[in-house]
């Protein structure tokens, strides 16, 4: 079996990961953006089935951990990474498909997956998920539109390259999932009562330290249960007891706000498909349309004279 297809970058935003998700056909699942991971950042979003993090690749960064070559591979689902620009993709489908959460139904699409490649080794699943045109399909419909290319270049050693990597805990351990390793890393057991969070934490704080400082191209996000059921579900026990006559303060508390959260998410997805159409949107004819017009109304030179002493003064301003 060969590895089929090209893959496309993708962006790093949870809109786009959220709607990736939607595309396999998953569900009761979403992505949400982390600034920072400092206490109390992970509360609000509770529960947390996993974290995606993005970094620059280095060449020759060793492991952190031991990586697992033994029978544990017969329970996590792990794929080698076969293809190029399809980390993204691997790193939600990882963690996807080592969720044991019931808030999380990965649908029929990922189940197929799952039960067709779970027998193979790490590399065969791997060409398994690179040539699921479903899966490759859903992973290119989140690319943003390219209609021509100016002065393209061949990739050198020394262009940067970024990487997705999943963290997320399995059977007690928290693990890494790294499509370009041989198997997913092992960082060790999550004691009783420990919260693998903050386990995890110090890991990708150690591993943020390894770069230069100034460094600042890094993006965490974290795969949660779909916010606005999480909401409802609340909303609805509380409900259930303020008619009970057992939580008759929360009516004017957490009911009021929960309410305002449900709508919050229904706005916020409504702007992650309205971001999608754009990203999918085709600009260029009316680009051209807006020059011509502004060429026969002589305005085009001078407007490019005042872009280039607008540019220029940026630059003094910076010296």
Known sequence: MESGGDWCLIE????????LIKTFGAKGVQVEELWTIDNGIFENLRPVH?????????QHEEPAGPVVTDNRLDKIYFAKQVINNACATQAIISLLLNCAHPDVDIGPELTKLKEFSMSFDPIMRGLSLSNSSTIRTAHNS???????????????????????????????????LDGLRAGPIDHGPIGPGQD??????????????VYTEGEIRFNLMALV???????ERRLDELLSDTFDGTNSDAVDTDIPNLRMLIEYEDVKMARYEQEMIRRRHNYLP???????????????????????????QKGQKKI
């Open 50 to 58: 996993g974290l995606i993090f993005l970094f620059k690749y280095l």
């Open 225 to 231: 249960s779909n916010r606005k059921m999480v909401y």
């Open 286 to 312: 009316f680009i051209i349309v807006l020059l011509r017009i502004l060429a026969e109304q002589n305005l085009l030179v001078r407007l490019y004279e005042e872009a280039k002493e607008r540019a220029a």
């Open 12 to 19: 790093s935003d949870p809109g786009v990961f959220t709607q």
């Open 142 to 176: 989140m690319s943003q539109q390219v209609f021509f290319e100016i002065d393209p270049k061949t990739a050198s050693k020394d262009d940067d390259a970024y990487h997705f990597v999943g963290y997320m805990p399995i059977d007690g351990r928290l693990y890494e």
């Open 196 to 209: 693998w969070l903050d386990v995890v934490t110090p890991i990708i704080r150690r591993r943020i330290n």
